[in-house]
């Protein structure tokens, strides 16, 4: 059945998204659907505040998210564990997470009223990180968990172990840890491969890495991966979905392993991950 309670988030910075956010309201409105509107965005489009993303999740059916893909990886971020079904519009070119455009939110509303949608259930990675026998932070992402060097031009030691056996120790600038959903993002730019979003896998992809023969590798998402920056002398840093960095103290262990949630994406009926690679990765065939 379409839900009774929608609530709207908006990327602020985004040109228009304030009188998008007015437009997309009073769409609703017509199809006798309530929206409540996170504090940001109704200031931004003048409109009664719903208070933060987590409080209006917690009273609507589904979050609406009117930005790009980034917008939805911080509202994911920001809802943890306490996730709700999202419906991406994006407010710029097609996203692989968003399923419509800012010129097709009427349609984008009445596929909601309708009940016409369906939803992809995405894995989320839990990432803990561990000093010792005290665990320090808990982070849920949709796409990444990416270790990097920061702003030093030096290769960093990361030990890998699946299943708490070694994979090997990376040389390299960088590592990621990819879902399905996030193999089409930092993963594929260092090289990783494309993974259909509700494939049972995670990835593993070492960024520039010194051995040429250090490639990326497909683990089962019932995997614990485990990461160790070993025999430096300066900083490595951790980052979730593109977030703040998080320093990683010397002794500092992360664990990445599939979230016991998921999140349900919405997806038109007309529209395909595939057709959506197709466009983005301009894939037209050829006549060589």
């Avoid at 059945?1 to 998008?20: C, F, N, S, Y």
């Avoid at 991406?88 to 455009?101: A, P």
């Avoid at 890495?209 to 160790?228: F, G, W, Y």
Wanted: some cysteine; hydrophobic content about 40%.
């Amino acid at each position: 059945m379409p839900p009774k309670t929608v609530g709207l988030i908006a990327h602020t910075g985004k040109p228009g998204a304030g009188e998008l956010i007015g437009a997309v309201a009073d769409e609703f409105a017509k199809h006798s659907i309530a929206t409540v509107i996170e504090k940001d965005s109704a200031a931004l489009a003048k409109r009664k505040s719903g208070g933060t993303a987590r409080e209006i999740a917690d009273v609507s059916d589904l979050l609406v998210v009117l930005g790009g893909d980034g917008t939805i990886l911080n509202v994911t971020g920001q809802l943890g564990k306490a996730i709700k079904p999202i419906f991406g519009i994006n407010i710029g070119s097609l996203g692989f997470l968003t399923c419509s455009s800012s010129n097709d939110f009427r349609d984008a509303v009445k596929a909601i009223a309708e009940n016409k949608i369906t939803f992809s259930e995405r894995a989320l990675l839990d990432v803990r990180i561990r000093v010792s026998d005290r665990e320090t932070s808990v982070l849920i992402g949709l796409n990444d968990a990416v270790f990097s060097r920061g702003e030093l031009s030096r290769l960093i030691r990361l030990r890998t172990r699946v299943n708490g056996e070694i994979l090997t120790d990376f040389n390299a600038d960088g590592l990621i840890v990819a879902t399905a959903t996030g193999s089409t993002a930092y993963s594929l730019s260092a090289g990783g491969p494309i993974v259909a979003p509700e494939s049972p896998s995670l990835v593993i992809t070492p960024i520039c890495p010194h051995v040429l023969t250090n490639r990326s590798i497909i683990v089962p998402d019932t995997s614990v991966i485990e990461v160790e920056a070993i025999e430096r002398d300066y900083p490595v840093f951790l980052t979730v979905d593109g977030r703040d960095p998080v320093r990683l103290e010397k002794d500092a262990v992360v664990s990445t392993r599939k979230a016991g949630t998921t999140l349900p994406l919405a997806v038109l009926p007309d529209a395909s991950f595939f057709s959506v690679v197709r466009q983005k990765l301009k894939w037209s065939g050829s006549n060589v």
